[in-house]
């Protein structure tokens, strides 16, 4: 959730996968 709030790019289908996976989330950093 807090990357939501760092990232404010909506057209990111990484952002969506973070939110489900955290793994995504951790992949994407």
Known sequence: MIFAIINPIPNSKIFIISISHL???????
């Open 23 to 29: 793994k995504g989330f951790i992949e994407f950093i």
